[in-house]
């Protein structure tokens, strides 16, 4: 038995380079032959810098695709296919970030959003079995796989704990699936739960760009959609990179670009309400139909680099999941689009954007019986009208500088990290601060963040006394349009307060509207506790009031 698997496994490593061998020996095809049928194709790479570059240098099976057009060609998703030309982009984007550690709670003390308030606050949400600090882009969909509230713990690592100093590659080099005989969503392992969903997967990865159609609606013909199921998508073995270069970077024409659908469809919405409809400096985009395969796909490509929008694509608030209508408290299932939705608004609009105009909850808090909402991970609007962002600062002067390499000569560093890691090349350009020496910057990037997190933590504290309020007005047989009164004022603070755990600069990218969120955070809730108080009160004056005296007669 052992020497037949060693055999099927020699089998499927020859099979394996013979592959890679046949794809690297592939001839380069006539271009202008691709372009008869691919117009967009034809627009983007002719034009473009990379209009030299042979399409087999992402491609393979085009001979068999020339001659039969059903038998579609191979696309390359590594970060190889990129990286045979842009070594230095490829291998400081490889580059391992260990600054923090792997699967580093945010409900640790010291972390963003300590207990005992995360749990209580956020009780009844996915969130609170796991919810980790951000590790270096490679990992991002292998820790996404792996994190406790993700697929019930059917996802491990093949070697225990010293998968956190395995280098980044694909994530079955890494992983072991637990319970193969299933493709559903079911938990194995105690304290865990089965949040993750097929939406999930548009920013932690894009090897499945070509099998994903417009907003993920159900099509015929499209193999993944909102109502595919996750752990099956997982399965196929299709999605294996995190973060992959052409999210960023169109391969046709080497320009900026957008792929993340529910962005495009944000920036296109006919309300023009987003943060960059209101900038009167936007940069433009022209929007295209990919969709070769019998279903609509988007790309958007930008007239220059702009790392809020680029950027904005992952970090950025947006809604993934199924939920409940705010008007109706009817289910929101993955047939309906508000399933995968972006607002592209800050903190202050978000409680009006979801309550009102998509009429949306996430999810119904296990003490209050209140619906909350639950914030992703919003650094682009954030810094949308910040301080450094009307300076002219982007992303990418902070977390990815231009740095010089081996060869002497400067590129863009593509290992995104705090600027606390590189302040050289961040903060003390010559642009940036020139008084200042390494410790004055780390300095004040650190006095903004204890701030921000001394305003956290009182909003905290307000919360959990809302809560236990409403809990006790609710044990005293308060009317219920009182309770729904505190609910909302629940709401609407949770949301102030929420969109700053989720947010993970600790509120560096704009102190300011991290205070003005924050301590309206604490009016909002304390709204909300008189609301109870004065119920109460008014409860127990009807109650210690006198019977009234008969009438005379």
């Given at each position: 038995?052992t020497k037949f698997i060693l055999v099927v496994a020699m089998t499927a490593m020859v099979m394996l380079f013979a592959s890679s061998a046949m794809a690297?020996?592939?001839?380069?095809?006539?271009?202008?032959?691709?372009?008869?049928?691919?117009?967009?194709?034809?627009?983007?790479?002719?034009?473009?810098?990379?209009?030299?570059?042979?399409?087999?240098?992402?491609?393979?099976?085009?001979?068999?695709?020339?001659?039969?057009?059903?038998?579609?060609?191979?696309?390359?998703?590594?970060?190889?296919?990129?990286?045979?030309?842009?070594?230095?982009?490829?291998?400081?984007?490889?580059?391992?970030?260990?600054?923090?550690?792997?699967?580093?709670?945010?409900?640790?003390?010291?972390?963003?959003?300590?207990?005992?308030?995360?749990?209580?606050?956020?009780?009844?949400?996915?969130?609170?079995?796991?919810?980790?600090?951000?590790?270096?882009?490679?990992?991002?969909?292998?820790?996404?796989?792996?994190?406790?509230?993700?697929?019930?713990?059917?996802?491990?690592?093949?070697?225990?704990?010293?998968?956190?100093?395995?280098?980044?590659?694909?994530?079955?080099?890494?992983?072991?699936?637990?319970?193969?005989?299933?493709?559903?969503?079911?938990?194995?392992?105690?304290?865990?739960?089965?949040?993750?969903?097929?939406?999930?997967?548009?920013?932690?990865?894009?090897?499945?760009?070509?099998?994903?159609?417009?907003?993920?609606?159900?099509?015929?013909?499209?193999?993944?959609?909102?109502?595919?199921?996750?752990?099956?998508?997982?399965?196929?073995?299709?999605?294996?990179?995190?973060?992959?270069?052409?999210?960023?970077?169109?391969?046709?024409?080497?320009?900026p670009r957008i792929v993340r659908d529910a962005l495009i469809q944000a920036l296109t919405r006919p309300e023009a309400d987003t943060l960059w409809h209101?900038?009167?400096?936007?940069?433009?985009?022209?929007?295209?139909?990919?969709?070769?395969?019998?279903?609509?796909?988007?790309?958007?490509?930008?007239?220059?680099?702009?790392?809020?929008?680029?950027?904005?694509?992952?970090?950025?608030?947006?809604?993934?999941?199924?939920?409940?209508?705010?008007?109706?408290?009817?289910?929101?299932?993955?047939?309906?689009?508000?399933?995968?939705?972006?607002?592209?608004?800050?903190?202050?609009?978000?409680?009006?954007?979801?309550?009102?105009?998509?009429?949306?909850?996430?999810?119904?808090?296990?003490?209050?019986?209140?619906?909350?909402?639950?914030?992703?991970?919003?650094?682009?609007?954030?810094?949308?009208?910040?301080?450094?962002?009307?300076?002219?600062?982007?992303?990418?002067?902070?977390?990815?500088?231009?740095?010089?390499?081996?060869?002497?000569?400067?590129?863009?560093?593509?290992?995104?990290?705090?600027?606390?890691?590189?302040?050289?090349?961040?903060?003390?350009?010559?642009?940036?601060?020139?008084?200042?020496?390494?410790?004055?910057?780390?300095?004040?990037?650190?006095?903004?963040?204890?701030?921000?997190?001394?305003?956290?933590?009182?909003?905290?504290?307000?919360?959990?006394?809302?809560?236990?309020?409403?809990?006790?007005?609710?044990?005293?047989?308060?009317?219920?349009?009182?309770?729904?009164?505190?609910?909302?004022?629940?709401?609407?603070?949770?949301?102030?307060?929420?969109?700053?755990?989720?947010?993970?600069?600790?509120g560096f990218h704009n102190p300011e509207m991290a205070r003005e969120s924050l301590t309206k955070s604490m009016d909002e809730s304390q709204k909300g506790?008189?609301?109870?108080?004065?119920?109460?009160?008014?409860?127990?004056?009807?109650?210690?009031?006198?019977?009234?005296?008969?009438?005379?007669?």
């Amino acid at each position: 038995m052992t020497k037949f698997i060693l055999v099927v496994a020699m089998t499927a490593m020859v099979m394996l380079f013979a592959s890679s061998a046949m794809a690297a020996m592939e001839k380069p095809v006539n271009a202008k032959q691709c372009y008869e049928c691919h117009d967009v194709v034809k627009e983007l790479h002719a034009g473009g810098k990379h209009k030299n570059v042979n399409c087999v240098n992402c491609h393979s099976g085009l001979k068999e695709h020339l001659a039969d057009s059903s038998k579609r060609p191979m696309v390359d998703t590594s970060w190889e296919a990129c990286g045979k030309c842009h070594k230095n982009q490829h291998d400081s984007f490889l580059k391992v970030n260990k600054h923090r550690p792997a699967r580093d709670e945010k409900s640790q003390l010291t972390n963003r959003a300590p207990n005992p308030f995360w749990d209580k606050l956020m009780m009844g949400h996915g969130f609170t079995k796991e919810h980790a600090l951000t590790r270096s882009h490679p990992f991002m969909l292998l820790d996404q796989i792996i994190v406790d509230r993700a697929a019930g713990g059917r996802f491990q690592p093949k070697n225990g704990w010293e998968y956190v100093n395995d280098k980044p590659g694909k994530i079955w080099d890494s992983i072991v699936d637990k319970e193969p005989s299933t493709g559903d969503q079911k938990v194995f392992m105690r304290q865990t739960a089965t949040a993750v969903n097929p939406v999930c997967f548009q920013c932690k990865t894009q090897d499945h760009i070509l099998d994903w159609p417009y907003l993920g609606d159900p099509t015929v013909g499209a193999p993944f959609s909102r109502k595919s199921k996750p752990v099956e998508m997982i399965q196929t073995k299709k999605i294996q990179h995190g973060l992959n270069c052409f999210t960023c970077h169109d391969p046709h024409s080497a320009k900026p670009r957008i792929v993340r659908d529910a962005l495009i469809q944000a920036l296109t919405r006919p309300e023009a309400d987003t943060l960059w409809h209101k900038d009167p400096n936007r940069t433009n985009f022209k929007v295209y139909d990919m969709g070769m395969r019998g279903y609509t796909r988007k790309i958007a490509i930008l007239e220059k680099y702009d790392t809020r929008l680029q950027c904005g694509q992952c970090h950025v608030e947006y809604n993934c999941n199924p939920g409940t209508d705010s008007k109706s408290g009817k289910p929101v299932t993955f047939d309906d689009p508000r399933t995968n939705h972006f607002p592209f608004k800050g903190a202050l609009d978000l409680y009006e954007h979801y309550e009102n105009q998509i009429k949306f909850y996430d999810f119904k808090h296990a003490l209050t019986g209140g619906y909350l909402w639950k914030g992703q991970h919003p650094e682009s609007e954030s810094y949308y009208n910040s301080v450094h962002a009307k300076a002219g600062v982007g992303c990418d002067t902070c977390h990815t500088p231009k740095v010089k390499g081996k060869d002497g000569k400067m590129y863009t560093s593509h290992y995104a990290v705090t600027p606390k890691d590189n302040i050289k090349a961040s903060c003390l350009t010559g642009k940036c601060y020139t008084g200042w020496n390494e410790k004055d910057a780390v300095y004040a990037i650190d006095s903004v963040k204890a701030y921000t997190k001394g305003k956290m933590r009182k909003a905290e504290f307000w919360l959990s006394s809302l809560i236990d309020k409403i809990v006790e007005g609710k044990k005293a047989g308060l009317d219920a349009a009182v309770i729904k009164q505190a609910q909302d004022q629940h709401l609407r603070a949770h949301i102030l307060w929420e969109y700053w755990t989720a947010e993970n600069s600790d509120g560096f990218h704009n102190p300011e509207m991290a205070r003005e969120s924050l301590t309206k955070s604490m009016d909002e809730s304390q709204k909300g506790i008189k609301i109870i108080n004065d119920a109460l009160d008014a409860k127990a004056a009807s109650a210690a009031a006198p019977a009234a005296a008969p009438a005379a007669k």
